[in-house]
């Protein structure tokens, strides 16, 4: 139970304030736009995107061990932030 404890946390601060919410957040402000229509759509569009993300995970998984795949993963959000400070400089 521990490790789904911490996906659910990590994921949920994760996308705390990101573009997805944003971009989520200005279509529920649309006038006219439907709440809960806007909520299924961001809603089915995590789960799918989620569920890539275990497909894939669990291939790479049969490959590379978990401890590579982590730091693999944190080289390329950190490659990803100092490219954005750069880029955007």
């Known amino acids: 139970m521990k490790t789904y404890v911490l996906v659910f946390a990590s994921v949920f601060l994760a996308e705390l304030g990101d573009k997805?919410?944003?971009a989520t957040l200005t279509f529920a402000?649309?006038?006219g736009?439907?709440?809960l229509g806007v909520f299924l759509a961001a809603a089915a569009a995590l789960v799918t995107s989620t569920l890539i993300a275990v497909l894939i995970g669990e291939k790479l998984g049969e490959w590379i061990?978990?401890?590579h795949l982590?730091?693999?993963?944190g080289l390329l959000f950190v490659?990803?932030?100092v490219?954005?400070?750069?880029?955007r400089g």
């Open 70 to 73: 982590t730091r693999a993963a």
């Open 33 to 35: 736009a439907s709440r």
């Open 65 to 67: 061990a978990p401890h």
């Open 20 to 22: 997805t919410q944003l």
């Open 29 to 31: 402000a649309t006038p």
């Open 79 to 81: 490659a990803i932030g």
């Open 83 to 87: 490219w954005m400070l750069i880029g």
